[in-house]
């Protein structure tokens, strides 16, 4: 099973990219914040990383360039999803190694055709017909994650 690690400071951008992932059979552990990232990363070893730039401490950036460093997570894919899209933070993203940069707010499917290409073979754990779409838990949630 793929395991997926979602980081944000906002509980509910992380409920709904939880939702969004588990829909399609992935395991998906969760952190507040950059040491808890870090942590997870170490214990868990997740196979891709979903991680917000801006939170309090340490930013996902420091994240991101803290895991490249080491060995074991120099090929980890990570997606940045994030709110602070302007040039400069996505050059930053870039240069620190980010495999993907999604801007906030996001499409769920656009997240999820980028998990289906980071993991080879995740594209087959999909969800059963009768799970809610993506668009589904949108609207439950009221949006699409956009207010960090």
């Known amino acids: 099973m793929t395991q997926i690690l979602v980081v944000d400071d906002e509980p ?9 992932l588990e ?7 969760e952190a507040a914040d950059g040491p ?5 990363v170490n214990d868990q070893q997740p196979d891709l990383i ?4 801006m939170m309090p401490g340490m930013s996902g950036l420091d994240v991101l360039r803290t895991l490249r460093q080491t060995r074991s997570a120099n090929d980890l894919p990570i997606i940045l999803l994030t709110a602070a899209a302007d040039d400069d933070t996505t050059w930053a993203g870039w240069t620190a190694g980010a495999s ?10 656009h997240l999820l055709d980028w998990v ?10 999909g969800g059963s017909e009768s799970d809610p779409s993506a668009t589904e838990i949108m609207k439950e ?7 960090d």
Do not use: M, Q, Y
């Open 36 to 40: 808890s990232a870090l942590e997870a």
């Open 100 to 109: 993907v940069f999604l801007p906030k707010p996001f499409d769920p499917n």
């Open 50 to 53: 979903v991680l917000d730039i």
């Open 116 to 125: 289906d290409r980071l993991i080879p073979g995740s594209e087959e754990s």
């Open 12 to 20: 509910t951008v992380r409920s709904l990219v939880r939702d969004v």
């Open 23 to 29: 829909l399609e059979g992935h395991v998906v552990i």
């Open 141 to 147: 949630f009221g949006g699409l994650g956009g207010n």
